[in-house]
């Protein structure tokens, strides 16, 4: 009899079963696509952002829902100990900006396959095309599984590592969700998260492609500063994307939902107001005899230019030595706060993960066990855990997963 069942083949699940293998467990990984990792495989733009450097306890602070569950899974597997797990199976690494560990090849599908071969290694069977229908329980016992065909499959322990409902074309349709609520646990409200935004002005679309580097943004509710981070980000036909604005939807999203907001970005964040004002002033003098609409090039991307020069207000074809004062501090004042109107996010189909999920207030953060079904664990982003960019979502993955299949293999007689 196969003794821990594996539900999901993504980053959780391949982990979950690695662990409960090691662990002694007869595994099986069950997949209802048609191969591992579909999701995994286009994270990070289809490098993979493995985790993060950082010292472990900086990891706390990054993640937004419910970081102190988290203790048990961080410490009992870091993102060390998750970088060793990956370099002995394989896969060389690098770190980049803001700490981020990526495979040295660029390509997460030497991820997938690491994940695969050490599975293989350990003895896993991996069924695909095996589509779950629900959880067989009785007694407070999970005792299995049936899947979408009808077949019965019998184990000690089931771990849900189904994901969320984010990227649902890579088959995260909320299964796990509906597993959870069955055998009574609570599912907190979902919404996607680390998504990009909608904005209302016009030149969202004017600078769509435009990327922007080392810019500071700040996003308001009227006079109260909800998010402040510095990084990068980049203009879509629909509105704002890239790192910095992807982590602002985890904190203003549920906000946002609410009524519309105001990103403020600072184009020139390493200056003071007084410091840029002496710098135009050069740029002004330098170019003093030609039109404003050409004396700006050095300031900015070539494609937000004419934006820049509309939005101040200044005659596009008036003399730079007949600017005012005025005229000039306004424009100074545009580029420390270059502002649009967030009107809402983008949907699951967009969204890096899912905010919301199974209640952690009834899984036991000690081994990823459910409270309330015994034998049953859950891992990843089926539960109500998230976090910033950077890799801190997939160090959850790799964490819980790991705990969950030592745990469920651990506890079997």
Sequence with gaps: MTRVIVVGGGAAGMMAAISAAESNGRVLLLEKNEKLGKKLFITGKGRCNLTNNAEIES?????????????????????????????????????ERGGRVFPQSDHSSDVIAALKREMIRLGVSISLHTEVRELIVGHGEVKGILTSSGEKMYADAVIVATGGISYPSTGSTGDGYRFASKCGHKVTELSPSLVPMEVKEWYAERLMGLSLKNIGIRITDGKKKLYE?????????????????????????????????????????????????????????????????????????????????????????????????????????????????????????????????????????????????????????????????????????????????????????
């Design 229 to 413: 981070e510095f990084g990068e980000m980049l203009f879509t036909h629909y509105g704002v994307t890239g790192p910095v604005i992807l982590s602002a939807s985890s904190i203003v999203g549920n906000r946002l939902k609410e009524k519309e907001l105001v990103l403020h970005i600072d184009l020139k964040p390493a200056l003071s107001e007084d410091q840029l004002d002496k710098r135009v002033i050069r740029e002004f003098q330098a170019n003093q005899n030609r039109q404003f609409k050409n004396s700006v090039g050095s300031l900015f991307p070539s494609k937000l230019k004419p934006v820049m020069v509309e939005l101040t207000g200044i005659h596009p074809e008036k003399r730079v030595s007949d600017i005012t004062k005025e005229e000039r501090m306004r424009f100074v004042r545009l580029i420390k706060d270059f502002s649009m109107t967030l009107t809402g996010l983008r949907g699951y189909g967009e969204a890096i993960i899912t905010k919301g999920g199974v209640s952690v207030r009834e899984i036991d953060p000690g081994s990823m066990e459910s409270r309330l079904v015994k034998g049953l664990y859950f891992a990843g982003e089926v539960l109500d855990l998230d976090a910033l960019t950077g890799g801190y979502n997939l160090q959850i993955a790799w964490s819980t997963g790991h705990l969950a299949g030592s745990s469920a293999a651990g506890n079997l007689q």
């Design 59 to 95: 990891f706390f602070p990054a993640v937004t829902r419910n970081p102190k569950f988290l203790y048990s899974s961080f410490y009992s597997f870091t993102n060390d100990q998750t970088v060793d797990f990956f370099e002995k199976a394989g896969v060389r690494t690098k770190v």
